[in-house]
């Protein structure tokens, strides 16, 4: 079993930074890829950026340049750094993992693993 909390959430002025972390517990060997993705009101959830294990990172399109995903293999922790933040950013942000599909095999447990989410307010 794999539990992930985040934490870091909160409100900040448009402009300001935050940093979100997304700490991972149980069998960790078992994940592959983690991940945040958010979810504004009202709209679906979307992916925010990617990180294998070996440090491979993939963003979305909004987010390049601006939010820098980052992984502490040794403390089983992603970070997710977001600057220049604008109101359009505000949503939960949701700490993601993918487990490898040997490990859910064998376990029976989920492919995926969610965090309970962190919520993100900026405001203008």
């Known amino acids: 079993q794999v539990q992930l909390v985040e934490s870091g959430g909160g409100l900040v002025q448009a402009g300001g930074s935050l940093r979100l972390s997304c700490a991972a517990f149980g069998n960790i060997f078992s994940i592959n890829a983690m991940g945040w993705y958010r979810q504004a009101p009202g709209k679906q959830r979307e992916l925010v950026a990617t990180?294998?294990?070996?440090?491979?990172?993939n963003y979305a399109d909004s987010v390049k340049g601006r939010f820098t995903i980052s992984r502490d293999n040794v403390k089983n922790t992603v970070y997710l750094q977001m600057n220049s933040l604008k109101p359009e950013h505000t949503a939960v942000y949701y700490c993601h993992a993918d487990r490898t599909p040997q490990w859910s095999a064998y376990d029976g447990r989920p492919l995926e693993v969610w965090g309970q989410g962190t919520l993100v307010t900026v405001s203008s």
């Open positions: 990180i294998t294990s070996g440090g491979s990172t």
